[in-house]
């Protein structure tokens, strides 16, 4: 079952990811949302549309903008619609 995992510490585990461009992408109630801090980063992709992220934040350690996801997806990405996925340092194990 995958995993997120970062600085120790279990961000998510499902067996109903969906995998998009290479990177495993988390259902929400998959999520442990102790870990997880908002953040004002937005980035565009111009298929699946505007991402919002969050930061990443576990035993006082700080990863910035470690997780994104699309909460209002285009059409071709609707499969990934409010689901997350992590970089920096966050590694996701099979």
Known sequence: MPKAIWNGAVLAKSDRTEVVEGNHYFPPDSINKE?????????????????????????????????????????KAKNIEGYIAFWRGVKVES
């Not at 997880?36 to 992709?45: G, L, N, P, Q």
């Not at 111009?46 to 209002?72: C, F, H, M, R, T």
């Open 35 to 75: 870990y997880f801090k908002d953040s004002s980063t937005h980035t565009s992709c111009p298929w699946k549309g505007l991402a919002s992220y969050y930061s990443i934040e576990v035993d006082g350690q700080v990863n910035k903008d470690a997780a994104w996801y699309y909460p209002d997806a285009k059409e």
